[in-house]
Nanobody, 116 residues
Framework: QVLLVESGGGLVQAGGPLRLSCAASRSIFSIKAMGWYRQAPGKQRELVAS???????NYADSVKSRFTISRDNAKNTMYLQMNSLKPEDTAVYYC??????????WGQGTQVTVSS
């Protein structure tokens, strides 16, 4: 079993930054992909950003140019730097990781609240 632990969520004013972290209990050196998802009340969970084993990244249109996903293999940790936050970014943010073809894991989620 692999544990993913998110941290860094909290309350921030609109326009401010926040950085989320996702620490994995196993090496992410050979990971297939990792990603950040979010789920706002009454809405479906959506993909925010992902980073692949080769380092390629992709972002939801709503966060492009504001959010940056990265990872530190030495620390087995993935990050999401969020800048210029908007109230509509308020959600529970979940970390996701995929090893191989079917080993998919989720973190417990961290709340991000952006006040206007």
């Amino acid at each position: 079993q692999v544990l993913l632990v998110e941290s860094g969520g909290g309350l921030v004013q609109a326009g401010g930054p926040l950085r989320l972290s996702c620490a994995a209990s196993r090496s992410i050196f050979s990971i297939k992909a990792m990603g950040w998802y979010r789920q706002a009340p009454g809405k479906q969970r959506e993909l925010v950003a992902s980073i692949f084993g080769n380092g390629n990244t992709n972002y939801a249109d709503s966060v492009k140019s504001r959010f940056t996903i990265s990872r530190d293999n030495a620390k087995n940790t993935m990050y999401l730097q969020m800048n210029s936050l908007k109230p509509e970014d308020t959600a529970v943010y979940y970390c996701n990781a995929v090893w191989g073809s079917s080993n998919i894991y989720w973190g417990q989620g961290t709340q991000v609240t952006v006040s206007s």
